[in-house]
Nanobody, 123 residues
Framework: QVQLVESGGGLVQAGGSLRLSCSAS????????LGWFRRAPGKEREFVAT????????YYTDSVKGRFSISRDNAKNTAYLQMNSLKPEDTAVYYC????????????????WGQGTQVTVSS
């Protein structure tokens, strides 16, 4: 079972930046794709970004394209979500999740999840 731990969340003003990290405690991380999802208060969980096992493929939801960047360092068993030009509507709990090899955008396609980290963007 993969254990994932998110970090890097916090309170930031609109227009600011944060970098989220997702650390995995598994030797299979380098063979896993990773996804970032978020859940805003009163809303459904939504897909944010995904990256495949070697970082060669990425995909973003339209609302974050050009502002967020997903990356990974397999040597450190860690993935990242760089978030720039943050908006109040980005406020949510952010979760990372893993699945074997290839990218996906559907939450049920991922089989391991972290506990989440809160991101709050003030206007």
């Amino acid at each position: 079972q993969v254990q994932l731990v998110e970090s890097g969340g916090g309170l930031v003003q609109a227009g600011g930046s944060l970098r989220l990290s997702c650390s995995a405690s598994t030797r299979t991380f380098s063979r896993d794709a990773l996804g970032w999802f978020r859940r805003a208060p009163g809303k459904e969980r939504e897909f944010v970004a995904t990256i495949n096992w070697n970082g060669g493929a990425t995909y973003y939801t339209d609302s974050v394209k050009g502002r967020f960047s997903i990356s990974r360092d397999n040597a450190k068993n860690t993935a990242y979500l760089q978030m720039n030009s943050l908006k109040p509507e980005d406020t949510a709990v952010y979760y990372c999740a893993t699945r074997p090899w290839t990218t996906a955008t559907i939450a049920t396609d991922f089989n391991s999840w972290g506990q989440g980290t809160q991101v709050t963007v003030s206007s």
